[in-house]
């Protein structure tokens, strides 16, 4: 998979916009689904300014609410891009702020640039400079 991303930030919302290219011969099947916490727990990784990989601040684990409905899987056909998103907020908690993916946190401080990255299926996106005003 090729991957891209990139974010728009307003007030406390903050949207991780991902963009996947099968570049495969195959058909790919997959969810894109992160009630559980499981895809920003697995997929997001955050650097500093000295492009370090920083350790998350929290992890959570939830179980999602039985509905009996199924998730649909997502599909992409050799050569097919498509577009997801994945939001998170920015809160202040004790004094810190926190950029909060359902799932995982990670401390940030305002003005400051750090860096993320997304990998899922195999692929690893471009590095995306974030800062917070």
Known sequence: MKLTISYHLEENRFTLYVEMT????KDRTFYFYNETGGLARNAVRFFNAKNEQVE???RSFMSPIYTGD????DLLAPSETGHFELSAKIVEEDGEMLLSFKGISYRIVRHEKFYLTFNF?????NLLEVVVV
Do not use: C, K, M, W
Not at 121 to 125: A, C, D, E, K
């Open 22 to 25: 099968n570049d495969t011969d």
């Open 121 to 125: 299926l195999g692929g690893i996106s």
């Open 56 to 58: 998350p601040y929290e």
């Open 70 to 73: 199924d998730v649909p899987a």
